[in-house]
T-cell receptor
């Protein structure tokens, strides 16, 4: 399975600011995904990011709040914009191999907004 | 509505005490049922994929089974290191919908 890293691993941010989270994979992958895991909750898909096309957002998530870049087949970024305390969560990226539907996850970025 | 329901929410077992975790899901368009393990502060770790009713997969003390509307994760003679949250997810095309998980604690 792919080795996935995320930066930063954690951050504490002020309300109204933005944070960009990076996701790096050690091999080329077509599909990358961004999830949010709120405290004590399960994972919710934010968007799917395919290289060379616009990200596809799930219901309840919008590009102005969570802009995503996917410049190549090994890298993606998620920005959390104009943050509020409700954005305090763990943000996870994952990748899906083309041969199957399973996904492999990065270690996550723990974000606290004060 | 796309739903994945896991039970129980939490389970405490004595070391060596076998049990099962349940995952029920809506059926239409299923493209796999996935089990993950998540330790505190870490991303989910992939365990199993099941594609069709009757399928079973095993890994060490864990065995996953699938029926038409449910999946079970059986844990046999668990050890304290098996303590974690176990998540199941339903696949629809390339997307995963996760359940809320079962928090498993194994007491030495």
């Amino acid at each position: 399975s792919a080795v996935i890293s995320q930066k930063p691993s954690r951050d504490i941010c002020q309300r109204g600011t933005s944070l960009t989270i990076q996701c790096q994979v050690d091999s080329q992958v077509t599909m990358m995904f961004w999830y949010r895991q709120q405290p004590g909750q399960s994972l919710t898909l934010i968007a799917t990011a395919n290289q060379g096309s616009e990200a596809t957002y799930e219901s309840g998530f919008v590009i102005d709040k969570f802009p995503i870049s996917r410049p190549n087949l090994t890298f993606s970024t998620l920005t959390v914009s104009n943050m509020s305390p409700e954005d305090s969560s763990i943000y996870l990226c994952s990748v899906g191999p083309e041969s199957s539907y399973e996904q492999y996850f990065g270690p996550g970025t723990r974000l606290t907004v004060t | 509505e796309d739903q994945v329901t896991q039970s129980p929410e939490a389970l405490r077992l004595q070391e060596g005490e076998s049990s099962s975790l349940n995952c029920s899901y809506t059926v239409s368009g299923l493209r796999g049922l996935f089990w993950y393990r998540q330790d505190p502060g870490k991303g989910p770790e992939f365990l199993f994929t099941l594609y069709s009713a009757g399928e079973e997969k095993e890994k060490e003390r864990l065995k996953a089974t699938l029926t038409k509307k449910e999946s079970f994760l059986h844990i046999t003679a668990p050890k304290p290191e098996d303590s974690a949250t176990y998540l199941c997810a339903r696949g629809i095309r390339e997307k995963l919908t996760f359940g809320t998980g079962t928090r498993l604690t194994i007491i030495p």
